[in-house]
T-cell receptor, first 110, second 113 residues
Framework: DGGITQSPKYLFRKEGQNVTLSCEQN?????MYWYRQDPGQGLRLIYY???????QKGDIAEGYSVSREKKESFPLTVTSAQKNPTAFYLC?????????FGSGTQLSVL | SQQGEEDPQALSIQEGENATMNCSYK?????LQWYRQNSGRGLVHLIL?????REKHSGRLRVTLDTSKKSSSLLITASRAADTASYFCATSVRDTGRRALTFGSGTRLQVQP
């Protein structure tokens, strides 16, 4: 069953804590993306990676970090420097120009 | 950067009616895409229209693109309650090193049964 898997579905962060959101795909896509969505808003690009071992900052990269050590995996770390992390995080991969999305992770601050 | 802005922000119609959503963008594009999002879920690709195309159809969906006005519209005909979702336009911007889509703010569509 091909697709993009994000985990966990819900995540809670304590003050000063780093948390990592997982994104795995078995679609054999080269490119992967992280977007942030605030309530009632559109998607804003955090980071993207066109190929393994390479990634680029998006529009709101501050307070976030990523790695791309394997083609199928693109984890996102929300660091303590991100002061307003509460949002819905969406991971995607692309075949050509079309994006395929995971089902998202809701991150909340305790 | 918010490349696309959808209009209206919210739309409520009766089942069987047509729904029209509009998207405006700011810079030259390679293509424009429409996505759908059910509440609390990921987005699903609906349709892609290239900058040299003016109209495209897919089932009950009709998309138009006017590059001179930097705008696009999505028409859903004979709407169903299952069409209730948020709809986003996304643009691939021309002549930049950026290899990622920029999304608009979305239109929330409610189809009343």
């Amino acid at each position: 069953d091909g697709g993009i898997t994000q985990s966990p579905k819900y995540l809670f962060r304590k003050e000063g804590q780093n948390v990592t959101l997982s994104c795995e795909q078995n679609l054999n896509h080269d490119a992967m993306y992280w977007y942030r969505q605030d309530p009632g808003q559109g998607l804003r690009l955090i980071y993207y990676s066109q190929i393994v071992n390479d990634f680029q900052k998006g529009d709101i990269a501050e307070g976030y970090s990523v790695s791309r050590e394997k083609k199928e995996s693109f984890p996102l770390t929300v660091t303590s420097a991100q002061k307003n992390p509460t949002a819905f995080y969406l991971c995607a991969s692309s075949e050509g120009e079309k994006l395929f999305f995971g089902s998202g992770t809701q991150l909340s601050v305790l | 950067s918010q490349q696309g802005e959808e209009d209206p922000q919210a739309l409520s119609i009766q089942e069987g009616e047509n729904a029209t959503m509009n998207c405006s963008y700011k810079t030259s594009i390679n293509n424009l895409q429409w996505y759908r999002q059910n509440s609390g879920r990921g987005l699903v690709h609906l349709i892609l229209i290239r900058s040299n195309e003016r109209e495209k159809h897919s089932g009950r969906l009709r998309v138009t693109l006017d590059t001179s006005k930097k705008s696009s519209s999505l028409l859903i005909t004979a709407s169903r309650a299952a069409d209730t979702a948020s709809y986003f336009c996304a643009t691939s911007v021309r002549d930049t090193g950026r290899r990622a889509l920029t999304f608009g703010s979305g239109t929330r569509l409610q189809v009343q049964p």
